[in-house]
């Protein structure tokens, strides 16, 4: 079982990118699905989270209104759109997985992809 994430990379502030998460040997349908994030030296923090269904979403305060978390079922892939960027969402982001219910404890999750760095300038 494999969470690949992909789509970070270097933007100035104000700008956008796409992170992909894409789950391989098991489908992940019946699964909620979540971004966590971790900048150097803090803990590491929720970001979104959508349900297995994806009628259900849940953003961190910080992100509300900038990020859109989505998912794909057919190709078994989650989404994050970051707009309006700011140099304090630089971080490492994470995919997980949960069978458990839509929530923001990254204790809770089951599976988790490795990293994909996104770094946003001043």
């Known amino acids: 079982v494999q969470l690949q994430a992909s789509g970070g990379g270097l933007v100035q502030a104000g700008g956008s990118l796409r992170l992909s998460c894409v789950a391989s040997g098991r489908t992940f349908s019946s699964y909620t699905r979540g971004w966590f994030r971790q900048a150097p030296g803090k803990e590491r923090e929720f970001v979104a989270a959508?349900?297995?269904?994806?009628?259900?979403?849940y953003y961190a305060d910080s992100v509300k209104g900038r990020f859109t978390i989505s998912r794909d079922m057919a190709k078994n892939t989650l989404y994050l759109q970051m707009n309006n960027l700011k140099p304090e969402d630089t971080a490492v982001y994470y995919c997980a997985a949960t069978s458990g219910d839509i929530q923001s404890r990254s204790g809770a999750m089951d599976y988790w992809g490795k990293g994909t760095q996104v770094t946003v300038s001043s």
């Open positions: 959508i349900s297995w269904s994806g009628g259900s979403t």
